[in-house]
């Protein structure tokens, strides 16, 4: 689904952001890129809506080049939804807000309509249609402009830092969305400097460290190279960290969350059969 | 030890607003602890943040009524620039309190401000930027620091007032996670070895748990819960109910001890959580 071969990319000023940086991504897949500020996530980031083209290599997207497709089409492809909503909501209701793209892609009344109600009730704002979207909290607002997004019937989604700035519970609800557009087939790359969220629902991840990509893969085995991490100036989830000494004994391996540890812990000390009767099924 | 915050029957309503923003809260502070208040958005922490240090009712409009008394003096009647010398505020995002080019101009504004002769002006600076562990970058312009950094930069602005108390709002919302650390760490520093006392309202639960000796819990403008931060974290319905985070090492054990598995105290660190975890296997004599 997206493809990055070579991809280096240096700024007017010389500044070499992005250094020969390749991978994939399939469809489908829920992707996490994490690193520190700096790292070259909001470079590379720019690359998938086509803002930047590389100064070498390539990026495809769906199978369009990134350097040669046109915005509208790549639009089309991917969506984004930034950190802060704000910056992308400009119209006095819900409604107008969620229809501006699908107008903008040339569709006309029922079929606007429809995309609409579909992309409202995904992110559960049915009921706000008809709200100005400023009368609405943070975590509303957020879930807003994911809509406007959604309604470009975009294939991936990237969603950059969405839970920054949110409080605990609506970081969980806007999670909680994206999960099910992921089990919907949604293609998710997740740009964050959270580990727990990470931990918590991606399937791979991708760690950028001064540009370079400095590892990829499943998390248990992202999350095991404690080298390479503190490197890119991050820490392992708190949960890895805590089993670490034991993954190292071959015991708890491919831990991630409390609960798959609570799980894993109750096994070894009361055994398969006792383990089953204390957990909720 | 003496009390030096103490917020009594304090309720405050935004302009018109019907609903309070704090609802008759109490809180008390004594001189050197540390504490951390949290709760969800909306919860009132902003508003507190701004009624110690005299902004409400000085420069917000609306409705109140109690009183708060910092180093017995009553904020309402009390000017503000005097109570800055009480009550040192670091505010959420570093980019918008921050108003010189450079480190030093920038710890110095405050001093500026009240007017202090430039042979007292510089030990402080020096001091404040020791304290904070960034001396190294005081000629530095503040658009090449980390956010990280620049967060030290506010914090040392006020820390040059010489402040008794450090009243901070959301102090690493807008940092990673190393950063947010680094910030902890200069709190921590500031309150065992030179006895500041602290006042963090924060949202992010596991990293400040570790830190703070007492955990005040905000909801709808009331104080709901106030203990140290492991009696905190083994309350899960109250977590929950407020929409706070639940520190993942904290939620490990407690499923374990209900679970009937762990009956000690909930670690709060990752370096707790492994002596423990050892503890545990060791009993049962595994590894």
């Not at chain 1, 580990?195 to 991840?205: F, G, H, Q, T, W």
């Amino acid at each position: 689904m997206i493809r990055a071969e070579n991809l280096s990319f240096t700024y007017p000023n010389g500044l070499q952001a992005l250094k020969d940086i390749s991978f994939h991504i399939k469809k489908g897949e829920f992707a996490a890129i994490i690193g520190r500020n700096g790292s070259g996530k909001t470079t590379l980031l720019k690359h998938f809506n086509g803002l930047l083209k590389p100064t070498s290599g390539r990026l495809l997207i769906a199978g369009l080049d990134t350097a040669r497709a046109r915005t509208a089409e790549l639009a089309r492809k991917v969506g984004f939804l930034f950190q802060n909503p704000d910056h992308q909501i400009f119209l006095p209701t819900v409604a107008q807000e969620i229809a501006f793209g699908p107008r903008n892609l040339g569709l006309k009344g029922r079929e606007i309509e429809r995309r609409v109600a579909e992309a409202a009730a995904q992110v559960g704002l049915t009921e706000y249609l008809d709200a100005s979207p400023w009368k609405l909290g943070k975590g509303l607002r957020q879930r807003v402009a994911l809509a406007s997004v959604l309604a470009m019937g975009p294939d991936i989604l990237v969603l950059d830092e969405p839970t920054t700035g949110q409080d605990y519970r609506q970081a969980r609800e806007i999670m909680a969305i994206t999960k099910a557009l992921h089990r919907k087939g949604h293609t998710i790359i997740l740009v964050t400097h959270d580990m727990e969220l990470v931990a918590r629902y991606a399937e791979k991840a991708l760690v950028l460290g001064g540009g370079r990509l400095l590892l990829q893969g499943p998390l248990t085995e992202v999350f095991s190279r404690d080298d390479v991490l503190a490197e890119a100036g991050l820490l392992p989830p708190a949960v890895l960290r805590l089993t670490a000494p034991y993954r190292k004994a071959g015991l708890i391996p491919g831990v991630l969350t409390p609960e798959d540890l609570f799980r894993e812990v109750c096994t070894i000390l009361r055994g398969e059969d006792h383990a089953a009767r204390i957990l909720p099924a | 030890m003496e009390t030096l915050i103490e917020v009594q029957n304090f309720t405050f309503y935004y302009g018109e607003s019907p609903v309070p923003a704090l609802a008759d809260l109490n809180l008390t502070v004594r001189r050197g602890e540390f504490v951390g208040i949290t709760g969800p958005t909306g919860a009132g922490k902003t508003t507190l943040a701004l009624a110690l240090n005299g902004v409400i009712p000085h420069f917000q409009g609306g409705r109140w009524s109690g009183r708060v008394v910092v180093a017995g003096m009553d904020t309402a009647e009390t000017p503000c620039s005097r109570l800055a010398r009480i009550i040192g505020s670091v505010f959420q995002d570093p980019e918008a309190q921050l108003v010189a080019t450079d480190v030093e101009e920038e710890v110095a504004f405050g001093l500026e401000n009240q007017a202090l002769p430039r042979e007292e002006m510089l030990p402080r600076i020096e001091e404040a930027l020791t304290m904070v562990g960034i001396r190294d970058l005081r000629h530095r312009s503040l658009k090449e620091l980390s956010g990280g950094q620049k967060q030290r930069v506010a914090i040392a602005a006020a820390l040059a007032m010489r402040p008794a108390v450090l009243v901070l709002d959301e102090p690493t919302s807008e940092l990673d996670p190393q950063g947010t650390q680094d910030v902890m760490e200069v709190l921590r520093l500031l309150n065992r070895e030179h006895h500041l006392t602290i006042v963090l309202l924060e949202q992010k639960l596991a990293a400040m748990a570790p830190y703070i000796s007492r955990l005040v819990c905000l909801h709808e403008g009331r104080v709901v819960a106030d203990a140290p931060p492991r009696e905190i974290l083994r309350r899960e319905k109250l977590l929950r109910e407020l929409g706070l985070e639940d520190p993942p090492v904290a939620a490990f054990f407690r499923q374990l001890q209900r679970a009937g598995l762990y009956s000690r105290d909930l670690p709060l660190t990752v370096e707790e959580g492994r002596e423990e975890l050892g503890r545990l296997f060791a009993k049962e004599g595994i590894l």
